[in-house]
């Protein structure tokens, strides 16, 4: 779910109105909850918010349900960081009958909702402004061999052409694009926000790994072991304390880390940093840390490379702290 929230412009969060089924997933640790976070750190720009079920006999396509969930979902996804004027879209539809999927609904049935399905909405959104300009960065998220090596990924941003020279980080393999295919369709040259299949010649399948990213040899990206971070505890049972060790989700990379120092403590609503380092974290804490890894890994500070340099942290099967790339301790 993960990588593929890193390739998207835009998501669809099912919600259940079903009672009992939405309070469930959107408690404390629920999977509404963590989705909405984890798309939004992904790097997806708009949600689309899809109140499933409403046909159901604990809701009947009730309003004041419809207006209740959308009434609690609305501060929490503004506090993931989405603007619930420009960001969100919130509509009800039936996934078992189809109504307001692609046709609208039945006046009889529901005669509250006057506005779009959701194809017809998905249809008229605006699209995401590009970096064409910028330096290729291109997060791998799948390789294969076909005809010789492929890899898969979104451009983040520049541009990409066949015959280009271009270098996988972090290793600084140089090889040359042969092909380029989008929806497979043959296309010789790929901007900011295409996602492609890419034969390269000069390197092989088993030298690559999800996580590498290209981008074209006069501008490469930093690879490090230790970066400095702004961390926000989301969720943890337990105190969080130097040498707490998680799994980094960062663009398409999933690496393990090791939180190898609290630098200071961040006052949420000032951005004051303190002056002593804190000995703990605990949740909805704001920190700098230091976070180190075994094997070089691709991230960018955010104000440079959004898409590069923000993360996520995972233990045990649950989204722990959300974090932005502060700055790169280059040895």
Not at 4 to 22: N, T, W
Not at 88 to 116: H, M, Q, R
Not at 182 to 206: C, P
């Amino acid at each position: 779910m993960i990588g593929g929230a890193a390739q998207a412009d835009i998501a669809i969060l099912v919600i259940s109105a079903r009672r009992g089924e939405f309070e469930t997933g959107f408690e404390r640790g629920g999977q509404t909850r963590e989705h909405a976070v984890l798309v939004k750190t992904s790097g997806v720009k708009k949600l689309v918010v899809v109140i499933n079920k409403m046909d159901d006999p604990t809701v009947q396509w009730s309003k004041e349900r419809y207006d209740d969930i959308v009434q609690k979902l609305t501060p929490f996804l503004k506090g993931t960081g989405y603007n619930p004027k420009t960001d969100l879209e919130f509509l009800p539809v039936s996934g078992f009958t189809g109504a307001n999927l692609k046709e609208p609904i039945d006046p009889k049935v529901c005669s509250w909702y006057k506005g779009p399905t959701l194809l017809s909405l998905l249809d008229n959104m605006k699209g995401v402004e590009r970096k064409h300009a910028g330096p290729l960065r291109m997060p791998i998220s799948e390789k294969y061999k076909d005809m010789g090596t492929v890899v898969v990924g979104k451009i983040e941003s520049g541009h990409m052409r066949k015959g280009q020279q271009v270098v996988l980080m972090p290793d600084r393999k140089t090889c040359e694009v042969t092909a380029i295919q989008s929806e497979d369709t043959d296309i010789k040259m790929a901007v900011s926000g295409d996602n492609v299949h890419v034969r390269l010649r000069g390197v092989e399948e088993e030298e690559i790994s999800v996580g590498y990213v290209m981008c074209d040899t006069k501008h490469p990206v930093h690879s490090v072991t230790a970066f400095e971070a702004h961390l926000v505890i989301l969720e943890s049972k337990n105190i969080i304390c130097a040498g707490y060790n998680a799994v980094l989700h960062a663009h398409s990379c999933v690496e393990e880390v090791s939180l190898a120092s609290l630098l200071h403590l961040v006052e949420k609503k000032t951005g004051r940093k303190s002056k002593r380092p804190p000995t703990f974290l605990k949740r909805n804490q704001h920190a700098i840390v230091r976070l180190e890894c075994s094997h070089p890994i691709v991230v960018e500070p955010f104000d440079e490379s959004p898409q590069l340099g923000r993360f996520t942290l995972r233990d045990e099967g649950k989204t722990i702290a959300i974090g932005k790339v502060n700055k790169l301790i280059i040895n």
